[in-house]
């Protein structure tokens, strides 16, 4: 053995011997974990809240740990159960604390959350962030705001309450990305149930899968999936209500009451309202009726004026909890309705004043799940869905109309198409997913998804109502099993297979007039697999790398279009895709300080690209489209930091830089060059950031009122929305720079049971653009009243 190696040797004893001999001078505090039915935890979590003294569980579940004498919080966790947080005072005497687990309704890796309101699902081997909703509740915030907060994530909308809405997720937007609340698919349940439209409150935390998905989802998405996760805890009765008012005539309200009985009756109630007038100012090229010439360079500030949308939901829900034959059995109903008026096309010179659609849905649901059901380790969940959904497109107008109001007669009646059409959905959803764990390592998830989809389209433009003889059908089962390893708490790793499969049938047109149709089918069937593992380097140090061969399978909007602006193509064929993520992240508490940094690299080659574009038609007007585009390359990365003090000061911010290209050699369908090989793509942002710095002052006036003073801000790099070597030349064709910030001032007091906040959205009044340079609102105030009531506040 060499010199260096014997001193190495010797001061590494030396130092052992030191904590040893330090650790005896300390309190020392030891137990046993253990689940209600008085089974060992092994590998469970065991710290002292607040500080960097902790532990874990050995495969008796016993734990032992040292720190100095004081009061502490005792806080422990593990896979598939409930944290516990006990009080405990350490002395110079050892002591002993047993503590019980509950076994979680839905099991969920660890979610370490920073109080700033990013954290990240921490044993997940997959590229994973938690946004806490919690912090947000007493702002006028939806789903999706709350959602700006995830690095690499950023919002797209076209206009201002209730406008059509799209997430990016590291350079993938749209159909890319899916929805889930609970686990359960969103896609079909109509527009009410938008990100945008759902209020802040009604979820618990929001998990961003980005990138590779796990089985457990059971879905076809490239881009990532968000999760919405709702508050299933078992409590007695409670009350969440609010109400806020704002500029534009925004109303919006928000009602969610329930209560679980002894015997396990639960109910919940679930309620929310937006309205708004969206009438604020843009910048716009106006039409000259007396020449019919629109001067696109000369740009006048005008008003909006047919932009009104209100929509109502209510979800009802009950069943029983905690029973030994289910851990859960609800059955819900769900109510929304909601008013659109169109204001323009998929383009702002094109300006509308009477077009508008209405629609409603019904949906009866099932939830059930079991943990360790006929066996021990066996864990059963079920949902299942029926949404009967009905959507009336309306442009029947006689009149053309510009941006000041002005209105000319037209030809013919229909601002955009001559239209009064009633599309009813009818959609089926279920999910299966089943877990067995076989001992302490091992874990295997099953899961399928089976959606049915038909649509019927019906004529209203005349006395008797005219239906389409031939409908749109399309129907999905995917199916995913996996296996995971997890022998430590140090890294995991999972290894999957999914098989996909979608049936498509409708109308297709056999002649150039489009007067005649016939009825067309066709079936896909795709096989994908991935992996993913992590491990932690150092403790809060962790690393995580994932692959999938996956597939997405074409959406309903991109096969049979919105019967309205959007236009589908049936033919359109899957996406496939090679993912690769990698990311490195490290959180950890140092007494009152406490950091969270994280950086991901992303690498995407996709095939047969979905893309929407614009389309020409007739009368200078136009309308969405999606095409197969051959090959599109995506690289890049995003970067995170977030930094919190005591409860006094949290700071945290997000970098993206995402390329996405086009990687054809060749222009698609032809034999010359293609001229823009290695751009990327257009309308698709690819460099923004945003941070936010919360303030917080407790026992304001009073013992338990909090006064939290929030800045935030969004930057987006500006993009074209053509060609990118067309846009290069034409400024016409570039959406700018735009740096947005807004500032909320909220008031909690009686310890969270009433609540008001003020809030000034871009405040600075800058110009904002989205989708082909569709333009948002400017400077917006809003104030909001909450009261939450309930046992245990």
Not at 84 to 100: A, D, G, S, Y
Request: charged letters at 20%; hydrophobic letters at 35%.
């Amino acid at each position: 053995m060499s010199k260096e190696k014997i001193i190495l040797t010797l001061c590494l004893v030396v130092f052992c011997l030191s904590a040893w001999a330090q650790g005896l001078n300390q309190p020392s505090l030891s137990g046993r974990i253990v689940s209600k039915e008085k089974e060992e935890i092994s590998y469970a979590t065991v710290l002292l809240k607040g500080t960097t003294y902790g532990c874990a569980t050995n495969e008796q579940g016993m734990y032992y740990l040292h720190a100095p004498a004081g009061k502490y919080t005792l806080v422990v966790s593990a896979i598939g159960y409930d944290t516990v947080e006990k009080p405990v005072t350490l002395t110079t005497e050892r002591q002993k604390m047993n503590i019980v687990l509950t076994a979680a309704q839905v099991q969920l890796d660890e979610v370490v959350v920073m109080a700033t309101g990013v954290g990240r699902v921490k044993r997940s081997p997959f590229n994973t962030v938690a946004v806490d909703t919690r912090e947000m509740q007493n702002t006028t915030k939806s789903l999706s705001d709350a959602l700006a907060k995830a690095p690499g994530l950023k919002l797209r909308e076209s206009g201002g309450v209730g406008s059509d809405m799209s997430l990016m997720l590291d350079g993938f937007s749209g159909k890319h990305v899916k929805v889930f609340i609970d686990g359960v698919p969103q896609e079909g349940v109509g527009q009410s149930f938008g990100l945008n439209n759902i209020p802040v409150n009604f979820a618990n935390r929001i998990e961003v899968y980005k990138g590779v998905v796990p089985v457990g989802f059971g879905t076809d998405a490239i881009g990532g999936v968000i999760n919405v996760v709702t508050d299933k805890r078992r409590k007695g009765w409670f009350l969440d209500a609010s109400y806020s008012y704002g500029s534009f005539n925004t109303h919006k309200s928000y009602v969610n009451f329930g209560q679980t009985f002894g015997n396990g009756l639960t109910y919940e109630i679930n309620a929310f309202q937006n309205y708004s007038d969206n009438d604020y100012h843009v910048d716009s090229p106006v039409e000259d009726f007396e020449t019919g010439r629109i001067d696109r360079d000369k740009k006048m500030h005008v008003k909006r004026f047919n932009d009104t949308y209100h929509n109502e939901a209510i979800v009802g829900k009950i069943g029983l909890t905690n029973k030994s034959w289910a851990d859960r059995l609800m059955l819900g109903l769900t109510y929304s309705h909601m008013y659109k008026e169109v204001q323009t096309g998929v383009r702002q010179e094109i300006v509308y004043g009477e077009k508008h659609r209405r629609g409603h849905s019904l949906m009866p649901s099932l939830e059930y799940a079991k943990r360790n059901l006929l066996t021990k380790g066996l864990d059963v969940s079920l949902t299942a869905n029926y949404n009967d959904d009905v959507t009336t497109n309306v442009d029947t107008a006689s009149y053309k109309y510009n941006w000041l109001g002005e209105r000319a007669l037209l030809n013919s009646p229909g601002e955009q198409s001559y239209q009064h059409l009633r599309a009813t959905n009818h959609n089926w959803n279920g999910t299966l997913t089943v877990n067995y764990r076989l001992g302490k390592a091992h874990l295997f998830t099953f899961n399928h998804v089976l959606t049915d989809f038909r649509r019927s389209n019906t004529s209203l433009l005349t006395r008797e109502a005219v239906t389409d003889p031939i409908d749109k059908q399309t129907r999905k089962n995917i199916s995913g099993l996996s296996y995971r390893l997890m022998p430590t708490e140090h890294w995991n790793f999972s290894l999957f297979g999914k098989y996909y499969d979608q049936y498509v049938s409708g109308p297709v047109a056999t002649t150039e007039a489009m007067e005649d149709y016939e009825r067309a089918s066709r079936s896909i069937s795709f096989w994908g697999y991935g992996a993913a593992g992590t491990y932690f380097i150092l403790p809060g140090l962790q690393a995580k790398l994932s692959y999938e061969k996956a597939c997405r399978l074409p959406t309903i909007e991109e096969m049979f279009g919105d019967e309205d602006l959007e236009m589908g193509d049936i033919g359109i064929k899957p996406e496939r895709s090679d993912n690769l993520n990698f990311n490195l992240s490290y959180a950890q508490t140092f007494g009152k300080h406490s950091v969270y940094v994280e950086g991901g690299l992303v690498y995407r080659n996709t095939k047969d690209y979905i893309q929407r574009n614009i389309a020409s038609m007739s009368g200078g007007k136009y309308a969405a489209t999606y095409i197969n585009y051959g090959s599109v390359l995506t690289k890049g990365y995003n970067l995170s930091a977030r930094y919190n003090f005591a409860r006094w000061i949290g700071i945290g911010g997000n970098f993206t830089k995402m390329n996405v290209c086009d990687n054809m050699k060749i222009s698609q369908g032809s034999t010359s060059p293609n001229v823009n090989y290695k751009e990327r793509i257009s309308n698709l942002p690819y460099l923004f950031a945003d941070s936010d710095i919360n303030f917080y002052w407790h026992d304001l006036g009073r013992k338990g009122n909090v006064l939290t003073v929030t800045y935030d801000n969004q930057y987006l790099h500006s993009f074209t929305y053509y060609s990118a070597n067309i846009g290069a030349n034409k400024g016409d064709y570039v959406v700018p720079d735009q740096f947005a910030h807004n500032l909320t001032l909220s008031y909690s007091f009686c310890k969270g049971r009433y609540n008001l906040s003020f809030e000034c959205r871009n405040f600075t009044d800058e110009k904002l653009y989205d989708n082909f340079s569709l333009q948002k609102a400017g400077r917006a105030f809003y104030g909001k009243v909450r009261v939450h009531l309930g046992k245990g506040l």
